[in-house]
């Protein structure tokens, strides 16, 4: 079973510019996640889909962060414009319909430097 | 609010020697608690939960972790650590969704 995917793994951008980040989820899966995770510091929530609806988005700047999941599979994560404290690794998460169950499947990550 | 304390940033052992991370938590209501891994360049890892039930769970690796509502805890255990366990490793808890709210993190090292 392919696992979470995730890209790009790296993205070095100056303050003000724009990125953004993509992510597919392990098939089937209905909800899926975006959390953030500052160095020294644990995973943070920015937003939960359950299929292609906003279940949570309470933590996201929404400012200067979107998010999308078109079709309820693949997401986009989008930071516009970027400030130095959003250095970060931006990891992508799914579970199942196992409501409750708490069994996330993490990517890998994609890391982001500010300058 | 829900919130997860992992009082050591840091946790040193010999190879074959137990191993114990620490987790304290605070949450409404029946907690639901689980407990990640994170190995270098790697994404998390699941490695058990609780729910429900017997206070002792076992999961993955050899890991255990017992659950003590009346200090609020939520112990790692491994009777005999390996080097390969040495990793990043995040206690998280969830009042009763699939909001989790992860802790610092604590860093094992297990030496040869």
């Known amino acids: 079973e392919a696992g979470v995917a995730q890209s790009p793994r790296y993205k070095i951008i100056e303050k003000r510019q724009s990125v953004a980040f993509w992510c597919n989820p392990i098939?089937?899966?209905?909800?899926l996640y975006w959390y953030q995770q500052i160095l020294g510091q644990g995973p943070k929530l920015l937003i939960q889909f359950q299929n292609n609806g906003v279940v949570d988005d309470s933590q996201l700047p929404k400012d200067r962060f979107s998010a999308e999941r078109l079709k309820g599979v693949d997401s986009t994560l989008k930071i516009q414009p970027a400030k130095l404290e959003d250095s970060a690794v931006y990891l992508c998460?799914?579970?199942?319909?196992?409501?409750?169950?708490?069994?996330?499947?993490f990517g890998e990550g994609s890391r982001l430097t500010v300058l | 609010a829900q919130s997860v304390a992992q009082p050591e940033d840091q946790v040193n052992v010999a190879e074959g020697n137990p191993l114990t991370v620490k987790c304290t938590y605070s949450?409404?209501?029946?907690?639901?608690l689980f407990w990640y891994v994170q190995y270098p360049n790697r994404g998390l890892q699941f490695l058990l939960k609780?729910?429900?039930?017997?206070?002792l769970v076992k999961g993955s690796y050899g890991f255990e972790a017992e659950f003590n509502k009346s200090q609020t805890s939520f112990h790692l255990k491994k009777p005999s650590a390996l080097v390969s366990d040495s990793a990043l490793y995040f206690c998280a808890v969830s009042p009763n969704d699939y909001k989790l709210s992860f802790g610092a993190g604590t860093t094992v090292t297990v030496r040869a």
């Open positions: 609780y729910i429900t039930g017997d206070n």
């Open positions: 998460a799914s579970s199942g319909r196992d409501r409750g169950s708490g069994e996330l499947f």
């Open positions: 949450v409404s209501g029946n907690p639901y």
């Open positions: 098939s089937g899966h209905a909800t």
